[in-house]
């Protein structure tokens, strides 16, 4: 068991040590001077401060040292938690800005996984070998895979947000509020986080269901559902045994739709202009603000990682096939 | 009789002649009777053809200021105009044709990448396989999207094909996995081990031993990879990465979205790219479903 989770951990790490060399060289490699370049687009107007900011990034870059230098202060700058200072809100550094949009992402994304995967799994499994069902919900289910998540966010937005005038179809909170711990503010927080969670669930519904329905038709097949017919076991019972074990490749494929979802999350947030880490990406592509950029895929990828290990951890703890065939597959 | 069709590697080495063409046969008399084929079939194509013929009649550039602003469809111009007065149904037109470009050649650098990858993995293994898998599991750890906005950001003039090779460098791991595993076990077949026995080369034998008796797969494979990609193309053009002088339909989205078309109720502008989209990539998904019932008769008893 350590085995294997020592090996996980070690394709994590090696992943992070990837991302921040991709972090590290993309700046370095691609054509044009990316300082000029961030800062004539981004809009600084004041000559002084310009120049002191050119200084800044020149000597943040380093780039007149030998690559590997650079490379190894980029490591150093990382673990004292420096991601350099943000061009479009100066002087702020980056990580505080990221710190204040990872919440409302969180808000978003984590229930939206959490409760479509339920509700998916729940559906597919019914919709398994009853015809009726099977030829409704695996049609609308691919459709639903296939729908950008910009647009049902788009859709909705227009719909119930501006046509029918049901819910905010901007920001995060009433811009009228100022934040605080009382009711008002707490529900109309709510308010606007609906619409954007309810987007992301339908999209990332129609997945799973056909997930758990193709697992489930596998394993109604397998030896022990037949047996298990054969007895005469009603048909519920057979049901709950195929559905547990067709739960396990379901909580793999949650680690692998991850990424699929952050991306969903972030164009969400777009749409309906989010407080969160989507809308900070657009504004720092808007203002070339590539330090803040980085920061972000940095957090989203270190995000990831650790909701990847999460899945193992419960993956070991669910299965115990798994436990079995470590503690005896290492002879 | 009819598991032959299932059971890849069965025997159609031996008589490859008459045994291929009864496969044939048998697949198309079942192909023609599967719904889920042809109602896919029939709206990919219709959007092919539209992407490949619609704008041959169109006499203006798809972003040139033809008429007049902000109005509704109409029997001039379809799907009505933009907010400075451009046809929307020439977008359309042209956008259809780009997503159906961006998803052969995303997908399909992504199908290459991956197979020849799973491929060489799988046949391989060893310490080839072990370093193979490695790089797979890093990249398939990688949020591919985000990765993309970095990489593209970067780049100052962004044409459809840059675009279409960075989504095809970074969503090619799922592909390589499950053909790696597809190989594995095909690997160890009598007559793979006979093919190299006769000393043929690795290149030959996965091209004429292994990969034919998969190609269901590859083909369901690249289906898959290119609904990825068209997916992917339109979130990297909805945040303002798209290419810099072409029309597509998530640069619709997102001049829709950024000249406010939401709030001024203009429907026609943003509903029929994103329609576009989710009709073209969810056919596709429903066809491929249709394919493997037709391909594996455990499910075509359904």
Do not use: C
């Amino acid at each position: 068991m350590w085995r294997y989770m020592g090996r996980k951990l070690f394709v994590y790490a090696l992943t992070f040590v990837v991302a921040v060399t991709i972090n590290w060289m993309i700046p370095r490699f691609m054509p044009g001077d990316p300082v000029r370049s961030m800062l004539s687009r981004g809009s600084v107007s004041d000559p002084e401060a310009l120049e002191r900011m050119t200084a800044y990034y020149n000597e943040v870059f380093g780039l007149d040292a030998p690559l590997h230098e650079q490379y190894l202060s980029f490591w150093a700058g990382l673990f004292r938690g420096d991601l350099g200072i943000s061009v479009m809100f100066y002087p702020e550094p980056v990580v505080d800005i990221i710190l204040r949009a990872v919440p409302y992402t969180l808000a978003l994304l984590v229930p939206a996984i959490v409760l479509s995967w339920i509700v998916g799994n729940h559906f597919g499994a019914f919709a398994a070998r009853s015809k009726v069902l099977d030829n409704t919900i695996l049609p609308a289910g691919y459709v639903l895979t296939a729908t950008p998540y910009m647009w049902l966010a788009l859709l909705m937005a227009w719909s119930l947000g501006i046509v029918a005038g049901v819910f905010p179809t901007a920001g995060g909170y009433s811009f009228a509020l100022t934040p605080g711990a009382n009711w008002e503010f707490v529900s109309s927080l709510i308010v606007h986080w609906f619409l954007p969670f309810l987007s992301m669930f339908v999209v990332a519904l129609g997945g799973w269901a056909i997930g758990m329905r193709n697992m489930i038709i596998y394993e109604l097949e397998d030896d022990y559902a037949t047996y298990l017919r054969a007895l005469g076991a009603p048909r519920r019972l057979v049901r709950r045994y195929a559905f547990r074990n067709a739960m396990l490749p379901q909580i793999t494929g949650l680690a692998v739709q991850l990424g699929t979802i952050i991306t969903g999350a972030l164009l969400t947030e777009i749409v309906f202009n989010y407080p969160g880490l989507g809308t900070l990406v657009l504004d720092s592509l808007n203002n070339r603000d590539f330090f803040l950029l980085q920061g972000i895929f940095l957090f989203v990828v270190v995000g990831v990682l650790i909701a990847n290990f999460v899945i193992d951890v419960v993956y070991v703890l669910i299965d115990p096939r798994t436990r079995v065939q470590m503690t005896g597959g290492s002879s | 009789m009819s598991n032959a069709a299932g059971t890849p590697g069965a025997d159609p080495g031996s008589a490859p002649g008459p045994v291929g063409e009864r496969r044939f046969s048998e697949t198309f008399h079942f192909a023609r009777r599967n719904p889920k084929l042809l109602i896919g079939l029939t709206i990919v194509v219709g959007f092919l053809l539209l992407g490949l013929i619609g704008p041959l009649f169109i006499d203006h550039g798809p972003n040139q200021y033809v008429g007049p602003q902000t109005q509704g469809p109409s029997g001039e111009y379809w799907l009505g105009t933009t907010t400075f007065g451009q046809d929307v149904w020439a977008q359309f037109v042209y956008g259809v044709r780009s997503t159906f470009l961006i998803g052969v050649l995303g997908g399909g650098v992504a199908f290459v990448l991956g197979t020849a990858i799973g491929f060489f993995a799988g046949y391989r293994g060893g310490i080839v396989d072990e370093v193979l898998n490695m790089l797979t599991n890093v990249v398939l750890v990688l949020p591919a999207m985000v990765v993309l906005i970095i990489a593209v950001a970067y780049l100052d003039a962004r044409g459809l094909v840059v675009q279409a090779v960075f989504i095809g460098l970074t969503t090619w791991p799922w592909a390589a996995r499950a053909v790696r595993a597809q190989t594995l076990s095909l690997a160890t077949r009598d007559y793979v081990d006979l093919a190299r026995l006769s000393g043929r080369r690795t290149w030959r034998i996965i091209t004429t031993e292994i990969a034919p008796n998969m190609s269901s797969y590859l083909v369901m494979s690249f289906i898959l990879l290119f609904g990825g990609a068209v997916l992917t193309a339109a979130g990297l053009d909805f945040i303002g990465l798209g290419p810099t002088d072409g029309v597509s339909l998530g640069l619709m989205l997102e001049n829709a979205v950024a000249w406010s078309a939401l709030q001024l109720g203009m429907w026609w502008w943003f509903v029929p790219p994103g329609l576009a989209i989710t009709a073209i990539v969810g056919s596709m998904y429903i066809l491929n479903v249709g394919l493997d019932e037709v391909f594996n008769p455990k499910l075509r008893e359904l």
